[in-house]
T-cell receptor, first 113, second 115 residues
Framework: QQQVKQSPQSLIVQKGGISIINCAYE??????FPWYQQFPGKGPALLIA?????SEKKEGRFTISFNKSAKQFSLHIMDSQPGDSATYFC????????????FGEGTQLTVNP | ETGVTQSPTHLIKTRGQQVTLRCSSQ?????VSWYQQALGQGPQFIFQ???????GRGNFPPRFSGLQFPNYSSELNVNALELDDSALYLC??????????????FGPGTRLTVL
């Protein structure tokens, strides 16, 4: 029940295209859903996060869509750029687990020039 | 303001040995969490320290232990190393205690290789 499932495992997009990564969770106690970006040799860095009281959050080219009834959330990267090439992780935390994060398996995004 | 720092960057040990990894939290942050990231996988929660007390532990055996110091820096100790302990060990700090929405700031990690 603690798992977060992420897909796809890898994604190749052309420059200027839209990248979409999906996550699903089971634990209804989760109430915070961040997305992290990780470059090789670096630690994960927070990209954008959402709480379940809203269905969408947008920051620049990055948008989270959240569907509470389906227990799913997704990251959309608009106008994808080669510099966006990285591994993306969705994560979740909840009131019963404090700030400990449960991560998805990761999506390796490659944006071709 | 300095970010989260970890030492050492890389470490090679042999099976059965013990290792200590160190983390300095971001200035003012009172909560430190440790994660293990195996190659090609997402980080897995090991445990968390809040004001020097362990608060929550993931599915890791007791040979994984830790400490948090009064300045909120932290150590992760692993005894009796096994080959499967080879991974990137990440430290994350946050401010404001244990609320689920507290942003966690990750360090660059320590790459541990067990031979």
């Amino acid at each position: 029940q603690q798992q977060v499932k992420q897909s796809p495992q890898s994604l190749i997009v052309q420059k200027g295209g839209i990248s979409i990564i999906n996550c699903a969770y089971e634990n209804t106690a989760f109430d915070y859903f961040p997305w992290y970006q990780q470059f090789p040799g670096k630690g994960p860095a927070l990209l954008i996060a959402i709480r379940p009281d809203v269905s969408e959050k947008k920051e620049g080219r990055f948008t989270i869509s959240f569907n509470k009834s389906a227990k799913q959330f997704s990251l959309h990267i608009m106008d994808s750029q080669p510099g966006d090439s990285a591994t993306y992780f969705c994560a979740a935390s909840g009131e019963t687990s404090g700030s400990r994060l449960t991560f998805g398996e990761g999506t390796q995004l490659t944006v071709n020039p | 303001e300095t970010g989260v720092t970890q030492s050492p960057t890389h470490l090679i040990k042999t099976r059965g040995q013990q290792v200590t990894l160190r983390c300095s939290s971001q200035s003012g942050h009172n909560t430190v969490s440790w994660y293990q990231q195996a190659l090609g996988q997402g980080p897995q929660f090991i445990f968390q320290y809040y004001r020097e007390e362990e608060n929550g532990r993931g599915n890791f055996p007791p040979r994984f232990s830790g400490l948090q110091f009064p300045n909120y820096s932290s150590e992760l100790n692993v005894n009796a190393l096994e080959l499967d302990d080879s991974a990137l060990y990440l430290c994350a700090s946050s401010l404001g205690g244990l609320a689920s929405y507290n942003e966690q700031f990750f360090g660059p990690g320590t790459r541990l290789t067990v031979l």
